[in-house]
């Protein structure tokens, strides 16, 4: 919060800031087209002590580096006179501004350390953006609505193969329901001693994520079967696994959760078939929600989606796409449940301003897939 204020007020005025790239992406536009993205500069206050008057007031920014009880930048502020008020006053006025600056966005918070952090402020994904077969989002929708409810809880397994949307869709349901999104790392030497104090800090009416759960089981399996590996080409020590989190522990971790009103969890797997029938029995998933690669629907609609904005501007410069039959023509042309949603956007962001061009290099953009693959 201050320091979303002082990157903005004081990082250009200091007389030694850092410069990092930004976080967002940036478009510079040529004359044609749309060139190459590049992330912009951004300055932020060097360490040390920067003087700075706002509000008729001088106030000290200091900015340090602590190392007892564990390392952390610290930073301090203060003002000259013995009343507190202006402090007070310009600490409201960065905390206006900082939830000024979050209404657009998804807090996405990550464990480290044994605590919670703020890992990033997302642009907001909007529901409407997250391109599904129609049952698929009907019926899951339906189902979430509840959650509105702040006496519901629920569990989702979202499954699917890589870039098929289920993290896309749970910023979406974050935003939707306007959470915050609490992503779990489960590995990384995160310990089982740490999980219940982890989620005693999860407020409710917030969104609980763990993703790839099926890495909890197999790390498991990897472990037993280390232990009962006698052969000399298992030089892997059985323990190793023994510092990240068991099945037991997600097991209770979700039955922890469950007893937590309004906190909605979802984990993902790109493998549902490897997980622990245990994990996914009735009673610990409300529901398996299936993101699978494109159907002909899914296919249209992602193009309709992209494009509808390039074709009606093209129209008002007198060159007539239609979006409507170029969704259709290029949704005959890829065949069903071979490609990820991801895949195919990949193909829309090579041809960003020319729908026809993208439905003319579908078979290209294919045959390079598939040969991609093979490999
Ligand atoms: N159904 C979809 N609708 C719209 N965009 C999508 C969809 N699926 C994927 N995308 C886009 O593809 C990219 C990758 O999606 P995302 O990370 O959500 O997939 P994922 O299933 O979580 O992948 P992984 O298993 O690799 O983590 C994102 O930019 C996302 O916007």
Known sequence: MLDGWMDVHLANSTRFSFARI???FTFFR????YVKPKRPLQFVPGHGTHWFKTSGTWFRYRNVEEHAPSPRQVTYI???????????????????????????????????????????????????????????????????EQFLDPKTRAQYM??????????SATLAIADRFGTDVYKLNLGAGLQSSELNKLLDEVPERSLLLAEDIDAVTSAQ??????ENDP???????????????????????????????GVLLILTTNHPEKLDAALVRPGRIDQMIELGLTTSEVNHDL???????????AAENDNFYNVSSLAKEFAGKVPQN??????????????????????DGAEDWMAKIRQGRQK
């Open 30 to 33: 040529d004359d044609e087209s």
């Open 221 to 226: 399996a990897r472990t037993s079967h280390n």
């Open 303 to 313: 193009f309709h989606n992209f494009y509808k904005q390039v074709c009606e501007s």
């Open 338 to 359: 071979e490609f990820s949603p991801a895949e195919v956007l990949s193909l829309f962001q090579e041809n960003m301003r020319a729908p026809q061009a993208a439905v």
């Open 158 to 167: 979202d499954t699917g193969p890589p870039g098929t949307g289920k993290t």
């Open 231 to 261: 052969s000399p080409g298992n030089t892997q020590p059985a323990k190793t696994e023994s510092t990240t989190i068991s099945l037991s522990d997600l097991l209770n971790l979700m039955d922890g959760v469950a007893s937590v009103e």
């Open 78 to 144: 203060s003002c000259w006179g013995r009343s507190q008020r202006p402090v007070r006053s310009f600490l409201n006025t960065c905390r206006e501004q900082y939830l000024k600056d979050i209404a657009k966005k998804t807090l996405v918070y990550e464990n480290r350390d044994r605590s919670w952090i703020k890992a990033r402020a997302r642009r907001t994904r909007q529901l409407h953006t997250i391109i599904l077969d129609k049952s698929v989002k009907e019926t899951w929708l339906r189902d979430i």
């Open 22 to 24: 930004g976080g967002r």
